[in-house]
């Protein structure tokens, strides 16, 4: 059964950072493209960071220079470094394959950005 493990949120400031962890099982985790998603109260998930199996990166223009993903195979585990956030950023952050899985999603970690 996939599992995909979402940890890391939390209350930060405007400017802060926060490091996202998703720690994956039941897949061949080192053969997919994985990503993080996330969704706004009222608003539709989008997909705001992706890595492929082979490290490429591509990162939505809002958090271009501000995020970074990254993989670790060994680990089964996607990490979403976040820094310089804006309460623009406050959303349930998820992880799941790309393009997503529907069965796949997790419980997602919450990201509130406020002073």
């Known amino acids: 059964q996939v599992q995909l493990v979402e940890s890391g949120g939390g209350l930060v400031q405007p400017g802060g950072s926060l490091r996202l962890s998703c720690a994956a099982s039941?897949?061949?985790?080192?053969?997919?493209?994985m990503g993080w998603y996330r969704q706004a109260p009222g608003k539709q998930r989008e997909l705001v960071a992706r890595?492929?199996?082979?490290?490429?990166?591509y990162y939505a223009d809002s958090v271009k220079g501000r995020f970074t993903i990254s993989r670790d195979n060994a680990k089964t585990t996607v990490y979403l470094e976040m820094n310089s956030l804006k309460p623009e950023d406050t959303a349930g952050y998820y992880c799941?394959?790309?393009?997503?899985?529907?069965?796949?999603w997790g419980q997602g970690t919450q990201v509130t950005v406020s002073s």
């Open positions: 890595i492929t199996s082979g490290g490429n990166t």
């Open positions: 039941g897949i061949m985790f080192r053969i997919y493209a």
């Open positions: 799941n394959l790309v393009p997503s899985i529907q069965e796949y």
